[in-house]
């Protein structure tokens, strides 16, 4: 089938499917070969069995002080600031990536499906089909 030939319905469809593919198979690449290594660890707090690491960003001294300088709201946007960082580093990024394609190919899976199949570019391209012949 010639991308010519094919309506914009299709076209959208395997824009979607190619969208989902690359992404899908990105993020798996991006998890596999991706660290979460933390360079600035201070220590290990074990609690209930588990070991956590603490960072100077998480340690009760470092909230304080954001408290003290800029009160509450600075310590929930230090918090929101170091969350979206976050998400662009280590294992993270994969399931961002993930979200983002699958949110993206969605959309054009939405847009294909609400297209009405009989466009002016479709019927166009099959008058020129015809006066081909």
Known sequence: MKWKTMNLRTR???ISAF???VGLSSSIWIYLTAENASESVLGYE???GNAYLVTPENSKK???DVELIGGKAAVLADEFNRWFVGLWHGKSLAFTVACIAIFIS???FFVART???GLEADARDQNNRAGSK
């Open 19 to 21: 969208i989902l593919l």
């Open 115 to 117: 297209s009405p199949s």
């Open 46 to 48: 074990i609690a209930g």
């Open 62 to 64: 470092y909230v304080h």
């Open 106 to 108: 969605l959309g054009f």
């Open 12 to 14: 959208l469809y395997l």
